[in-house]
């Protein structure tokens, strides 16, 4: 009797120290998430997430490293909590990107100013409503059954104990960065491309009336223009931003030697 309990109490033991170690990296990722780590959503429903996650993810992960020492205790915490924080960067990244393209969109149609990122609300109205229905449509399509697939595929990437190798970090993120930008910059195109041909027309408009002020008459045509546009496009954008957000989910860092 006392053998077994003394068997069952090891086990459970064992069960909590790589629950805890599980908890590291999951709670870093769920800090940063798309929809999960908005600055939104209060902190204890956040740790709320993480504890779930970790539920989720403890059968699936692979053993605790045997740890003999305070220094290899504190490489784990170190080494899980840092690969938690850059993946966790890394799918932060596509938030920027949908953040990108609306600032991009509202400058681009006037419909917001120049330097309005200084203020308390730095997204303009059109980048709230791009940011809210991406995340709104990916968690419609399983965003987190797709985040849990991708937790427990970090083990493989990142194995446990492990820290992440400065290469990888390197290539990665300036990789992905950029990837961010060049996404952002897409999704805006049609508003970029319809500010060029209203510019354009209004230079020739102008040098053949001096003498009307097209500014005043073009400024109601380029915002109920950018309105259309959104109205047509959003349903685009999102689509892409989505897509691309499951591609990376299921294979991050294709093409990355």
Known sequence: MIEDLALVTGLGQEMLTKAFVVFLRVGAMVSLLPVFGEQSIPTRVKLGVAIAFTAIIVPAAPTVPLIVSLLESVSL??????????????????????????????????????????????????????VIGGLALATLFGLHIQFAEFMIHSYTMVPMGNVIPAEMVTRAGVAE??????????????????????????????????????????APAITAGGLIILTLAAPLMLSLWVNALGQFLIDPFRGQP
């Open 77 to 130: 915490l170190f080494a899980e909590t840092l690969t938690g924080l850059f993946l966790g960067l890394m799918l932060r990244l596509f938030v920027l990107a949908i953040q990108i393209a609306g600032s991009i969109a509202a400058q681009s149609t006037s419909l917001s100013q120049l330097f309005g990122g200084g203020g308390m609300d730095p997204l303009p109205a059109m980048g709230h409503v791009l």
């Open 177 to 218: 960065v950029g990837k961010s930008f060049a996404l952002g910059f897409t999704l805006a195109a049609p508003f970029v491309i319809a500010s060029l041909v209203y510019n354009v027309t209004l230079g020739i408009i102008n040098k053949a009336m001096p003498q009307l002020m097209v500014a005043f008459v073009g």
